[in-house]
Structures are given as structure tokens and as C-alpha cells.
């Protein structure tokens, strides 16, 4: 059943070219737009490029925000179009039906990981020590729980707008708090406390991990294990809370 539901939902997204064009494309041109901003930087001889730390962290998030608001979206449309309702009349179980969406947009999470790492490197040349397998294995990990997060909170939601209003209050204070912006240790108590449950946080230190050693460290891998498994437990919350229908 779950395998069944990821191939209708992925006949779904070949015919919907826009939906295909914001998972593949959007990411890399936001990195496109970054490195950019960059471009012209005065640097110190020796001194790493900001599009170096910046850019890398990007390969994490920007594929999160995509993933949630595409994911959140569609299940919606799934559920108000009372395609939901249909499917779950069949013996096909809540579970095996997130995990079948989780499942489908995962691959394409895939793909889209591939494209935007491989711009990063080969077009702006990221200059890091890991190599990008290992940056696409978390750029993939991130993109996915996206789609968890967008499966979650698509329960919530009565139409694509308030679908959309979940991002400053899920998505946001992600990006906000894990260490973009100011290093996590020079936060307020508070914050800093909240950083460290955040699931982005976790996936931008496996990032700098990877930025700063040439091999996988135990640090990354527990790192992308922790997010790995708030992708599950995620899930699951999701098949708990899914709906027939929005009323």
C-alpha cells in the first residue's frame, strides 16, 4: 500500500510542472541568488569565502522550506478534493498512507539535493573539507523532514493559506535560531536552549562538521541520526492527527 500510494503520488507531480519546477529548481536558484550576493567580497589572503559557510548552510535549509510548504500544499489539496477521504475507505492504513507521501517526496528531495549540491560545488565551486556525498546525505535528510513537517502541519490547515501561515510559526524560527545568523553559544539563555531541540540545528552542525573535516566525524553521524529520527517520530504524529477532509 505505502509503495502503491508513493507511485500515484509521484503520476501526480509529473503532470503538475510548476509543483516539479519549485522542488528541483527553486533551491539552486536561491543558491544562485546567495552566492551572488557574495560575489564581490574583499577577503584577506587565506580567509574562507562567506559564500563558503553561508552557502553550505543554505544546501540545508533551502531545501526544508521547499519541501514543507510543497508537501503541506498537496496533502491539503488531497484532503479538501476528498481524494483523502476515498483512499482512506480502502483497507490502506493512516501509516502506510503518510509514509507512501513521505516516501514519494523523498525521492524527489533526492533529486533536488542532487541539483543544488551539484551547483554548488561545480558552479560556485564550494571550497569546504567533507566531500558533497556527504552534503547531499544531510541536504536529503533536511529536505525530508520538510516533507514530515509539511505532512504534520497540513492537519492543521483548512485551506493552502493557512497551509502557508504554518511557515513563521514552524519554519521560520528554525532558520531564526540555528546559528545562521549569530553562533548559537553568543545567544540569550532562552533562545540558545530552545536552538538546541530545533531540528534544523542539528542538521546545521552535521553541516559544519562536514565543512570542517575531510571524513565523516561520530559527531555528524549522531547529528543526521537525530534528525533522522525526529523525521519518524514526526510521521507518525502525522498518521495520528490525519483527517479525512478539511470541514
Known amino acids: 500500500m505505502m509503495f502503491a500510494t508513493a507511485r500515484r503520488v509521484l ?5 503538475d510542472h510548476r509543483s516539479v519546477a519549485l522542488i528541483l529548481l527553486v533551491p539552486a536558484l ?9 560575489e564581490n567580497e574583499v577577503l584577506p589572503p ?5 559564500f563558503d559557510r553561508i552557502g553550505l548552510m543554505m544546501l540545508a535549509i533551502f531545501p526544508f522550506v521547499a519541501m ?3 508537501t503541506s500544499i498537496t496533502m491539503l489539496r488531497e484532503r479538501t478534493s476528498g481524494t483523502l477521504e476515498r483512499l482512506l475507505t480502502t483497507p490502506i492504513h493512516k501509516a502506510d498512507l503518510l509514509f507512501g507521501y513521505a516516501l514519494a517526496f523523498s525521492l524527489m528531495a533526492s533529486l ?8 554548488a560545488y561545480w ?8 566531500g558533497p556525498g556527504l552534503v547531499v546525505m544531510i541536504a536529503v535528510i ?5 516533507v514530515a513537517l509539511g505532512l504534520l502541519c497540513s492537519a492543521f490547515a483548512q485551506t ?8 513563521p510559526v514552524v519554519v521560520v524560527p528554525q532558520i531564526l535560531l540555528c546559528g545562521l545568523f549569530v553562533a548559537r553559544d553568543r545567544m540569550n539563555e532562552v533562545l540558545e536552549a530552545i536552538s538546541n531541540v530545533l531540528p534544523l540545528t542539528f542538521s546545521v552542525d552535521a553541516l559544519q562538521e562536514i565543512a570542517g573535516h575531510s571524513d565523516a566525524t561520530e559527531a555528524m553521524w549522531r547529528d543526521a541520526g537525530t534528525v533522522g529520527g525526529i523525521v519518524v517520530l514526526v510521521l507518525v504524529l502525522a498518521s495520528l492527527t490525519l483527517r479525512r477532509r478539511t470541514a
Open 142 to 146: 533536511n529536505a525530508v523532514l520538510g
Open 30 to 38: 536561491l543558491l544562485t541568488a546567495v552566492y551572488f550576493l557574495f
Open 11 to 15: 503520476e501526480q507531480l509529473r503532470h
Open 123 to 130: 558552479v560556485f565551486n564550494l571550497d569546504i573539507k567533507g
Open 160 to 167: 493552502e493559506f493557512q497551509a502557508v501561515q504554518f511557515m
Open 46 to 50: 587565506g580567509m574562507p569565502r562567506t
Open 112 to 119: 533536488q539535493s542532487l541539483v543544488a549540491t551539484a551547483v
Open 68 to 70: 514543507f510548504l510543497v
